[in-house]
């Protein structure tokens, strides 16, 4: 049995649905729910590094309804300007393929949402590259290069414009994630996307064992 625990995990790390994984490791639903659920916990209380060097930040958006379950969102997609039906999350990555995601406020990103979100996230001395926009004097201590969307300079952004897209198409697979645990959910994306890099398996084995060690597990309504 624990080894079918270990093969739940991995496949739960890699991204697959509850479902998914408790039928390609032979694991129960319900006992697949309670392990997803103990994985969840050992994640939320998981700390993101700050990033330093160079760095590239951006954020994406996530749609949530009134029963505050998180969907995709097609950026251009809805209302314009303030939506209070969008929820911000702002992204981070550096050139040591670490990584940050954090739930942001709600509606477009102002200035002051820039500032408190990304406020001591980078390093100071780091050579940050964004869009141009709303991210006042968040990177006031770094080197700051700016770039209009859509421009020619803009392909220096495709590293954290692939991991914006990485964050939708996870909950374009994970429908209906339930907005408390979401926090929990990008910390297994930012933990997930370090794959291929060196020491990612140990990785893997020490979060497994974490899981393992924890008796924190979350109380729920729903089963999936």
Known sequence: MPWKINELLSLLIDGLTLRQASHASGVSLPTALLWRDKLLAVLKHEKFPVLSGEVWVDETYLRVNSEDMIYSHKRGEGKRGLNKDLLQVCCGIDANKRYFALVGGRGTM???????????????????????????????????????????????????????????????????????????????????????????????????????????????????
Do not use: M
């Open 110 to 224: 102002s200035t002051k949402d820039a500032e408190t979100y990304y406020r001591g996230r980078v390093a100071p001395g780091s050579i940050v590259h964004s869009d141009e926009g709303h991210y006042g004097t968040v990177f006031k201590d770094c080197h700051h290069f700016a770039v209009k969307a859509g421009s020619p300079e803009s392909k220096i952004l495709n590293k954290i414009n692939n991991f914006t897209d990485q964050v939708q198409r996870y909950f374009k697979i994970h429908l209906g994630t339930d907005r408390r645990y979401l926090s929990a959910y990008l910390h297994l994306i930012c933990f997930c996307s370090q794959r291929g890099c060196d020491g990612y398996d140990e990785k893997v084995d020490g979060l497994i064992k974490r899981v393992w060690n924890s008796d924190v597990v979350f109380t729920r309504n729903r089963n999936s």
